[in-house]
């Protein structure tokens, strides 16, 4: 054993009693050597009974001031033992205030039955709130004027939903692919976060990076595997009659357009006040101006690099303007990749009523190729309620959670009444057989 400045002793101090190389029933004057300590002990010749202190094999013997202030002393402990000691605080020195509750039968009884109640009602009640939300689905991959062999088709073909009940706004349009593994490791992890933020990229993508000797901006396999298919309301009336409109705008997170998306550094653009007037001369790198179909308005803009980078409106110029590139909310959304290999996303939404019987018509460009991974494409319209869309799981959960904890509670509560005994008893206690 070690003494308390970390010397190697021969002697053992012990709670009550002192265990020395000293011979029995002798007096000592000088502990201090008999345990093998660098500072003297002096202990009193005549031994005294004090504080129950004892020295095994010798008579009660006291220890008096100067031997306290010895073994206490900090200045005679090294450094390293003074930097170990632990912030005398109650935390560190555990001595903060705890509470441990003994577990009644009874009271056992009754939580777990206030749970069975609490719990099947609030399950109930989703349910309802699921059975109210209205939702249409076609999955329009396996129509045969729809379905397509090679991507980028183009192909057209209508969708058409007839409401079987009122349809509240706002009305949400998903499309929905199934066994298409977002979340696989290799596809997740290939993107280059700060090449979309618009800086030059500092780490190339182990995929997609290059495409011959051009380079992918954005790189990787979720930039370059974009969801495709162009989708548009066609027809439909709402509840006063109206045609119906669907937005695509604010269907992106606000935060990843305000942090996480921005053009290529250097990339600018101009509006023209003439479309006639309107040159790509100079120092621009556009072929021709832009047409912004929904203003009107002409464009001329400049990325940088353009003769040896492949952006991505030239990688899906019929659904990526120039403007946008990867601010588009469409992509911004795709981005997002999904938990589960049966996904849907938000295109757009409709901020108008649906009558029942209404019939509301779609019209898709097929271009997203889904046979190569035996998947599927749906098109899903769908109402919402305060907890979200339609979703009949939660509410079972919470159901068959609170049955449980009913049946369980019957149980303890039986027991308790049937045949109850008395918290503690001793006649319950096993001790070890010495």
Not at 178 to 188: G, L, P
Not at 249 to 266: H, M, P, R, T, V
Request: glycine share 6%; net charge negative.
């Amino acid at each position: 054993p070690l003494n308390m400045y970390g010397q190697k002793e021969s002697g053992l101090w012990e709670q009550n009693s002192i265990t020395s190389r000293a011979t029995p029933n002798e007096n000592v004057e000088n502990i201090g050597d008999s345990l093998g300590l660098t500072t003297p002990l002096i202990v009193s010749s005549t031994p005294t009974i004090e504080d129950n202190t004892k020295l095994k094999g010798f008579s009660s013997f006291s220890i008096d001031q100067s031997m306290t202030e010895t073994l206490t002393s900090p200045g005679e402990m090294d450094a390293s033992d003074s930097d170990r000691q632990p912030a005398n605080t109650a935390l560190r020195q555990q001595r903060m205030d705890a509470w441990q509750p003994i577990l009644h039968p009874t009271f056992v009884a009754y939580t777990l039955l206030l749970f069975g109640v609490f719990f099947t009602s609030a399950g109930f009640y989703i349910l309802h709130l699921s059975k109210a939300v209205v939702e249409l689905t076609s999955e329009y991959s396996t129509d045969t004027n729809c379905a397509i062999t090679n991507p980028n088709e183009n192909r057209t073909c209508q969708v058409t939903f007839t409401a079987d009940d009122d349809m509240k706004r706002p009305i949400l349009v998903h499309y929905q692919l199934t066994n298409f593994y977002q979340n696989h490791r290799t596809y997740f992890k290939s993107r280059d976060n700060l090449q979309l933020a618009g800086a030059s990229s500092v780490k190339s993508c182990k995929e997609l990076g290059k495409l011959g000797g051009i380079t992918l901006n954005p790189c990787g396999l979720i930039a370059n595997t974009f969801f495709n298919d162009i989708i548009k309301l066609v027809s439909g009336n709402d509840s006063e009659n109206t045609i119906l409109t669907m937005k695509e705008e604010g269907i992106a997170w606000g935060s990843d357009l305000a942090y996480k998306f921005k053009q290529s550094n250097g990339f600018k653009s101009h509006e023209c006040e003439d479309c006639d007037d309107c040159s790509c001369d100079g120092e621009w790198s556009c072929d021709e101006p832009y047409f912004d179909e929904k203003t009107g308005k002409c464009w001329k803009y400049f990325y940088p690099s353009e003769d040896t980078t492949q952006y991505l409106y030239e990688t899906y110029p019929m659904k990526i303007n120039p403007l946008e590139g990867v601010t588009n909310e469409h992509f911004v959304v795709w981005m997002q990749a999904a938990a589960s290999s049966q996904f849907r996303k938000l295109y757009g939404y409709i901020d108008q009523s649906i009558n029942k019987g209404e019939t509301i018509k779609f019209e898709i460009n097929n271009n997203y190729e889904v046979e190569s991974f035996d998947g599927t494409k749906a098109l899903i319209l769908s109402t919402t309620n305060s907890l979200g869309g339609k979703n009949t799981y939660l509410g079972n959960c919470f159901v068959g959670f609170g049955i449980f904890c009913a049946i369980v509670g019957s149980l303890f509560l039986a027991k308790i009444v049937l045949k109850p005994r008395l918290l503690g008893d001793t006649q319950y206690l096993k001790y070890k057989e010495q």
